[in-house]
């Protein structure tokens, strides 16, 4: 296969004046007729038309007739075969949406047809320039025997089985959507602050109107707080979002028209857990957020991804500390970006945050340009202050609408807007791996030193690194708990550099990488006492949780090496957190949550050690079970303090009780033998709950009754029983998980070629971290088993999951082989996708 390189990027060398589709809709043979107007912008250029999977009926131009063949990638006219001037490409092709089982182009779910075009979708539609810096209007028209027919744009006109809609927004082709069905609106509508009037409309299934409500109302605050805060405006007379069951991501924001998985639109509180509410509220946001960057403003070329994408998470974050806790949103964000970002630096599949080469682009939709694409925004807003941020922003907006660009593009916008050079800073684009910085302190003579220093590792392709520009945000807290130096932003740009704190009464301590300011692993040591002092009274929410979480790794990195109990200093910071009402409950849910399996796994590799799968889990449960018995006292009176009455709400505050008081289930289950968890069953009247305490049944060895009452009450239900699939496996125990897997992938309701049934089943496996990397390779062998039977079916989700073997370096000699083996396995596997192979590849090395 081959390999993309940015290097060799070139602009296309015509410009389209109008497309023009008409859809003719059928299962089995959908025709799809094309009229584009080709402006050339260089003599001599041969016209080149991507195209996959398309029979071809006709092609002229001019209204000439032509006799060519294209092969498996698309077509070429020669320049000698072009008229010199302007023409008129029409071209009538037949594609089988229902044969379509990758998802990707014209596919059908549930009886109705859809589209996802993003990156490289739209040349299994039509033979067209299928790159994001070709930017044209769209006139459809859609013709099918379906009640309704929807594409971007507005509206034009409408009638039995035809619909025709235009978009004037140039836009390129992956924004490009279609939708028919028999489809249900949940509709409102929108005032943007010029007066437009928009109408909004989430399509569902019939029978699923009644859950959209939460969606829409997201939907609307998404509109208001564009505006506020970015003073962006919507800028069409109609907004569509339409749920779909078989889709590969979360969502897609083609103009006017997401389209998302049905499990990011359905919401109500007997079906959706907390984290479904916050979860659709962030990514119908980041979808809207999508149409000023991403869409108003693309990408020129794929390697360009993170400057929509990086931006848009950004903004997504924002939204939701606005809409609920700054803090807490920036601890979930940073345990993601650990967790997913951080694992994917530190293995074979690293990558900078814009790759310089690809073979499939879809598998670089990747933590690395999304998670740090965002953090690479939040450091520049640090380095150049709020108010240098939004004149950066607007110097974007207006400089750039309506554009294709690149990063470069953006940074200049920076540098111009604020005078700042940021000629290092553009090294975080280029260089992948998580930089480890180091602290060193010094107090002399009423003068308080730190010394930092920064180390890249060397990652694929990468062996040399230079320095990056990073700015730590630091502050120093007095003997007495008092804030002596406020939050300052140090920039770090050289390997070492020395900071000078003058006239300090006392030796402080100091809180650093407040809000986590840069994506770096911080390498401070500090003994338990300081840890818990900054824990006690730090100012700053998120150091605060983090001496809290470094403490209780460091606890548990002892008790798994050395068979140590966990210390009595840790147990009482925690028994504080649980007893400090005036702490956010969802913060003190947070905080005492227990490092995971997977992260502790990686901290003992970083450390020099080889990570035991069954020994971290064994010292972790031990470590639950003496928290829980210390606790014990506490415990049972929270639980009951944290019921809620009166009707649900979805309330950040709400949320937060509820997860406050499923932690304090998840200790009391430790110790009680299944008896709270029965009682939460029992009384449980949202999913929320009804999910922890399931899960809490099935860790203590019971659960069997229950889990077949929710079965047979939720049957009917696709999402729900997701949640049923996957709760077994994620709280199976390590031995059984492989086994509980197997016997879920065998019955006839494990519809495997649903992405989300798939990621419930074998994506469970795969995170439950001892179950999954069991020693005898049981687990590495079923997944990759049902990577083989995936890939031909649907290769972008096969190649997704794979990352499950990503950590392989991590452990032992002997699961190393495993891994390899099936590594091995699967890239022998006659036929093999190039998104699996190029996987395979960089993780075999
Ligand atoms: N821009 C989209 C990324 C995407 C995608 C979405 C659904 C299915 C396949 C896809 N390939 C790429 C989603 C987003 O980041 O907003
Ligand atoms: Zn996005």
């Known amino acids: 296969p081959q390999t993309i390189h940015l290097a060799d990027y070139r602009p296309y060398p015509f410009r389209l004046d109008e497309v023009d589709l008409t859809f003719r809709l059928a299962p089995g043979a959908t025709r799809v007729l094309s009229r584009i107007r080709f402006v050339p912008l260089e003599a001599g250029a041969d016209l080149w038309l991507d195209g996959e999977g398309l029979r071809l009926i006709s092609a002229r131009i001019d209204g000439t007739a032509l006799a060519i063949s294209p092969d498996s990638t698309g077509l070429r006219i020669p320049a000698t075969a072009l008229p010199s001037g302007p023409f008129l490409w029409e071209a009538e092709v037949e594609i089988a949406p229902q044969a379509n089982t990758a998802l990707e182009g014209l596919y059908m779910s549930g009886g109705m047809y859809c589209t996802q075009c993003e990156a490289e979708g739209f040349r299994k539609i039509t033979f067209y320039p299928d790159r994001p810096d070709v930017m044209a209007p769209f006139r459809v028209r859609v013709e099918g025997d379906m009640p309704v027919l929807l594409s971007n744009g507005n509206l034009l006109a409408e009638g039995p089985g035809w619909a025709d809609w235009f978009d004037p927004w140039p836009k390129p082709a992956y924004l490009f959507a279609l939708v028919a069905g028999d489809l249900r609106a949940h509709s409102g509508r929108f005032t943007t602050r010029s007066g437009r009037d928009v109408a909004l409309n989430i399509w569902v299934r019939p029978g699923d109107e009644g859950r959209c409500d939460w969606a829409l109302q ?166 150049v202050g709020n108010e240098g941020y939004a004149r950066a922003l607007d110097l974007y907006f207006s400089r750039h609408d309506g554009q294709a660009c690149t990063i470069e593009d953006w940074l200049k916008v920076f540098e111009d807007a604020t005078g700042r050079d940021l000629t290092q800073f553009k090294r975080w684009y280029e260089q992948a791996g998580t930089p480890r910085v180091s602290v060193r302190e010094d107090w002399r003579d009423g003068r308080f030193t730190l010394t930092l220093s920064q180390h890249l590792p060397a990652t694929p392709g990468q062996p040399e690194k230079r320095p990056l520009h990073i700015p730590v945000a630091v502050g120093l807290l007095g003997p007495n708990g008092d804030e002596v130096v406020p939050t300052t932003i140090l920039e770090l740009t050289e390997v070492e550099q020395q900071f000078v704190f003058d006239g300090l009464a006392a030796r402080p301590i100091p809180s650093i990488l407040r809000d986590f300011s840069a994506p770096v692993i911080l390498d401070h040591p500090q003994d338990d006492a300081a840890r818990a002092f900054v824990l006690a009274h730090d100012t700053d929410p998120f150091t605060r949780w983090e001496a809290g979480r470094a403490l209780s790794k460091q606890v548990l990195a002892r008790m798994i090496t050395e068979g140590t109990s966990p210390a009595a200093d840790w147990l009482d910071g925690m028994a504080r957190v649980l007893r400090d009402d005036t702490l956010d409950p969802a913060f003190r849910a947070l905080a005492l949550r227990l490092p995971g399996e997977d992260d502790m796994a990686q901290t003992l590799h970083d450390a020099g050690l080889v990570p035991d799968p069954d020994r971290i889990h064994r010292a972790r449960t031990r470590m639950a079970e003496t928290l829980a018995r210390h606790l014990s006292a506490d415990l049972p009176s929270l639980w009951a303090s944290l019921r809620q009455s009166g009707p649900f709400s979805p309330t950040a505050e709400a949320a937060g009780a509820r997860a406050l008081r499923n932690t304090v289930l998840a200790l009391l289950n430790r110790i009680d033998d299944g008896r709270h968890a029965a009682a939460a069953w029992a009384e449980a009247s949202t999913m929320t709950d009804r999910i922890a305490a399931l899960g809490c049944l099935i860790e203590s060895g019971r659960g069997t009754a229950e889990l077949a009452e929710f079965a047979s009450q939720w049957a009917h239900d696709r999402l729900v029983m997701d949640k049923w699939f996957a709760v077994q496996i994620s709280h199976a125990k390590p031995d059984l998980a492989v086994e509980t897997t197997a016997r879920l992938a065998s019955r006839p309701d494990f519809d495997w070629k649903n992405p989300n049934r798939f990621r419930a089943v074998i994506g469970a496996l795969a995170a439950n971290h001892a179950g999954f990397h069991q020693g005898d390779g049981s687990g590495y062998r079923l997944v990759a088993d049902w990577l083989i039977r995936l890939d031909p079916v649907n290769p972008q989700t096969a190649a997704r999951m794979s990352t499950a073997f990503e950590t392989l370096a991590r452990y032992d000699a002997d699961r190393q082989d495993l891994i390899r083996e099936e590594l091995a396995r699967l890239q022998v596997t006659p036929g093999l996708s190039r998104d699996l192979s190029e996987m395979t590849a960089r993780m075999l090395g």
Not at 242 to 270: R, Y
Not at 271 to 288: L, N, S
Not at 317 to 326: E, V
């Open 218 to 383: 997201s939907l609307i605050r998404s509109m208001e707080w564009d505006e506020q805060v970015y003073g962006r405006e919507y800028d069409l007379d109609i907004f569509n979002i339409v749920a779909v069951d078989d889709f590969n991501m979360g969502a897609m924001e083609n103009k006017g028209l997401n389209i998302f998985n049905s499990k990011l639109v359905l919401a109500s509180p007997e079906t959706a857990t907390d984290t479904d509410y916050e979860r659709i509220e962030a990514v119908i946001a980041h979808e809207y957020f999508h149409n000023w960057t991403g869409n108003r403003i693309t990408c020129r070329d794929w390697f360009q991804l993170c400057l929509k994408e990086g931006l848009t998470v950004y903004r997504d974050q924002q939204f939701t500390g606005d809409m609920r806790s700054h803090a807490v949103k920036r601890i979930e964000d940073v345990l993601v970006l650990r967790a997913r970002q951080f694992r994917e630096d530190a293995g074979p599949l690293a990558h900078p945050v814009r790759p310089e080469s690809f073979v499939e682009i879809n598998n670089f939709y990747t933590a690395t340009v999304y998670e740090k694409g965002a953090e690479l925004i939040g450091m520049l807003r640090r380095l």
